[in-house]
């Protein structure tokens, strides 16, 4: 049975950093490329951020860029999102994604 499993989130401060842990079992998903996303509340969900299964690659939304670092290890199926330099409005629940599988999310809270 596949799971994803987010983690780390929880309230700060803004300008404060967090780091998000997804972890994927169930299969081998580390010849895949895995990605966070998130969804504010009232707004549709959007893409955060994503890694090639041979990190070689990211790409972050712009909204995010500077900030935010994904990263992965496949040793464990695990993948990263550390946000530094946090703002109000990055408050949101993030889910990460790999395939079709999605987790069910951990919530981020931003104080201004």
């Known amino acids: 049975q596949v799971q994803v499993v987010e983690s780390g989130g929880g309230l700060v401060p803004a300008g404060g950093s967090l780091r998000l842990s997804c972890s994927a079992s169930g299969r081998a998903f580390s010849m895949y490329n895995m990605a966070w996303y998130r969804q504010a509340p009232g707004k549709q969900r959007e893409f955060v951020a994503t890694i090639t299964w041979n990190k070689r690659q990211t790409l972050y939304a712009d909204s995010v860029k500077g900030r935010f670092t994904i990263s992965r290890d496949n040793a464990t199926d695990t993948v990263y999102l550390q946000m530094n330099n946090l703002k109000p409005e990055d408050t949101a629940i993030y889910y990460c994604?790999?395939?079709?599988?999605w987790g069910k999310g951990t919530l981020v809270i931003v104080s201004s």
């Open positions: 994604n790999v395939q079709q599988y």
